[in-house]
């Protein structure tokens, strides 16, 4: 059986008084579960009836009321079924509506007890306009109800919900009518005195109400956020749709012609042109032109230049024109504009202009123009200004590949790295920087806002928030390295090095950084007959105080870090940091020096780091062109680092050989 009244409605029509709220699912979530938690933590056998819309939103919760039901025998769990949900009794009593039910589009919980009520009567509101990137989060979705400790509104409720099981379930009548009988009767005039009802007014909870307002503001916040996303995605998707199309092509012609087509659609002008021009240009000749209504046509037309006031105010600050009325502005006033400019604007019913300059490098490639042509008059927003600006920019770019073919590869490679740094800060700013901020942020905000908090728990949010800062300090400088040397923009300067005075400042440094008392027994028994080696001694004391931070980090205090270093053949000496700790499975062996990796997963760390210390490390030893691997037996089983170092007497470092059995049996047999 199927009704279609829904339960929210039919609550709001017996209590006229009442007004319904939006809520998140997220504040639905956290209300739903306190008003669970209340019945676990109570003594007494209260009247529980549950709504979920689907078998799958009831599953994750079902263990929940497994525990309810060992409080009585009066629970209820209402859903529409999608594999083996049905009618039964047994812990407690499920009951299956279709899922064309009124009931599949809301999120009903009542609880009713001799010491108090609760009641949480909402309905699902669907937006059929919303954006799919603000859905992609469930939290998101909205909901409009009632959620109170009033015990008219929930006895009312409750009986509502009653009678909608007895129908779907006409067995449970007389269980039904006890439960009617023992919860729903209004209590007497005594009982009201000892234990005063809670007027809607008031809040009985208000860690719970806070807790609400916190999670609808946030909500709130991230739809504001999801909305400006989404704005900059069609804009990005539309920049680089056309940014694809502009440089599929190098004649210029072709180039400009797509972008003015592009443009036209887009932002609904009723014409756009693009022509080029440089700064000491008089005239223009109009080439490129898309129109979008029945008026003259500026095709092949010779647009005036020395003479236009909009054009040397371009030159002179370097940025867009807009005019939303040629009429009204006083830079088109007809008493100061040439007789040229005036026929332009009349003969081609310019009545909204917009103009945005084409530069490269802060040379004028040509000028973008739209204009509307209508009686109504058109303001250009921001964001279209924006947008013309983004695609003029491109084509600037793109006018110039096509006129210097030779540095097409070049200006590609550069493209690529922009976009390789724009997807790395991308990554930081996602994942490794919202946790260390989110943490800081809340024990900012509970020092701000608890003035009488401990002594001892206010130690703790200030060492928090320090040891979260200064993981923040070390991502965005191990970040600021590992750019600089993908880049190319460190300067090298290669020297003759003791290897012995390399270890030994590693050393040093490492003590320093993590103290004496966390660094576990470090031995490295380097031979003084030991080659010179060839390196920048700045960069081969970070790859070794980097390489022992990891090993420290990954061993206890009470282990034994060691290391070795021995030629490996006349050109390269071998360096060895190997550790007693908690050891590397070899299928993730490969992927230890790549950015961020952490072989625990980003969400179950028990140390701290950034991720991008073995990274650095690789490009480092790549610079003079050598080797760096890991070896590990397994887990717990320790970790074994190498990496190589030219000699001194080698004039140019040369690529190590690939690794053989014979060198992985050498390396072994050291340790």
């Not at 009585?72 to 209402?78: E, P």
């Not at 002594?455 to 400088?477: P, W």
């Amino acid at each position: 059986m199927s009704i279609s009244t829904s339960v929210l409605a039919e609550l709001l029509n017996a209590l006229p008084h009442w007004r319904s709220q939006m809520y998140f699912k997220s504040s639905l979530t956290a209300l739903s579960h306190a008003m669970e938690d209340r019945i676990l933590a109570g003594t007494d056998a209260p009247l529980a009836i549950a709504s979920f819309q689907r078998e799958r939103f009831y599953r994750q919760e079902a263990h929940r009321y497994r525990r309810i039901a060992q409080r009585g025998d009066q629970v209820y769990v209402l859903s529409a079924p999608e594999t083996d949900f049905t009618n039964h009794s047994g812990d407690y009593e499920t009951i299956a509506f279709d899922s064309s039910d009124a009931l599949a589009q809301e999120w009903h919980l009542i609880i009713i007890s001799s010491q108090y009520t609760n009641c949480l009567i909402c309905r699902e509101r669907s937006n059929p306009n919303t954006h799919p990137l603000q859905n992609a989060i469930d939290n998101n979705r909205r909901f409009e109800g009632i959620w109170t400790f009033d015990r008219e509104v929930t006895l009312k409720a409750a009986e509502i919900l009653l009678d909608r099981i007895a129908i779907y379930r006409p067995e449970l009548s007389e269980k039904i009518e006890q439960a009617r009988h023992q919860y729903l009767v209004p209590r007497s005039a005594s009982s009201r005195r000892q234990t005063p009802e809670i007027s809607p007014e008031v809040n009985p909870d208000p860690f719970v109400q806070r807790l609400v307002t916190y999670l609808q503001a946030s909500q709130y916040k991230l739809l504001k956020a999801y909305r400006s996303i989404a704005a900059q995605e069609q804009r990005e998707r539309l920049i680089h749709l056309m940014t694809v199309a502009i440089r599929q092509s190098l004649d210029p012609d072709e180039i400009l012609e797509i972008a003015v087509e592009k443009l036209g659609q887009v932002l609904g002008a009723c014409r756009c042109l693009v022509y080029r021009c440089k700064e000491s240009d008089k005239t223009a000749k109009i080439k490129h032109e898309f129109l979008d209504a029945e008026i003259q046509s500026a095709h092949n037309h010779t647009w005036p230049l020395a003479n236009n006031p909009l054009f040397q105010e371009v030159l002179t600050h370097r940025e867009s024109i807009c005019i939303a009325d040629t009429v009204s502005d006083e830079r088109l006033n007809p008493q100061q504009l040439s007789q040229s400019l005036q026929d332009l604007i009349q003969n081609f019913s310019i009545a909204s202009w917009l103009l945005v300059p084409i530069f490269y490098k802060n040379k004028l490639q040509g000028i973008v123009e739209l204009h509307h042509c209508g009686p109504i008059q058109e303001n250009w927003t921001r964001e279209e200004v924006s947008l013309v600006e983004a695609v003029a920019t491109q084509m600037g770019v793109a006018l110039i590949q096509a006129e210097s073919y030779a540095n097409l590869e070049d200006l590609n490679q550069q493209l690529e790295a922009l976009d390789r740094t724009r997807s790395n800060l991308v990554a930081i700013t996602g994942h490794e920087l919202r946790t260390p901020l989110s943490t800081i942020q809340i024990c900012l905000e509970s020092l701000s806002s608890e003035p009488d908090m401990a002594e001892e728990l206010r130690d703790v949010m200030l060492s928090t928030a320090l040891e979260d800062a200064e993981r923040m300090r070390k991502l965005i400088q191990d970040f600021l390295t590992l750019s600089q040397l993908e880049s190319g923009r460190v300067e090298w300067n290669p020297e003759t090095l003791s290897l012995e005075e390399c270890i030994s400042l590693s050393l040093s440094n490492t003590v320093a950084r993590r103290g004496r008392a966390n660094v576990p027994e470090i031995v490295a028994p380097i031979t003084h007959d030991l080659p010179l080696v060839y390196a920048d001694g700045e960069w081969l004391v970070e790859v070794l105080a980097k390489l022992l931070d990891n090993a420290c980090k990954f061993s206890d205090p009470d282990s034994q870090i060691r290391i070795e270093a021995y030629p490996r053949s006349d050109h390269w000496i071998e360096v060895m940091v190997a550790d007693n700790g908690r050891g590397i499975e070899p299928k993730r062996l490969k992927n230890v020096f790549d950015r961020f990796y952490q072989e625990e997963g980003a969400l179950q760390r028990t140390t701290g780091g950034t991720g991008l210390g073995l990274a650095i490390c690789r490009q480092i030893i790549q610079r003079w062109q050598g080797e760096i691997w890991a070896e590990s037996a397994g887990k717990n089983q320790g970790s074994q680092f190498y990496f190589t170092v030219p000699l001194a007497d080698v004039q140019a470092p040369l690529m190590p050989p690939k690794t053989s059995s014979g060198k992985t049996k050498k390396k072994r047999e050291s340790l």
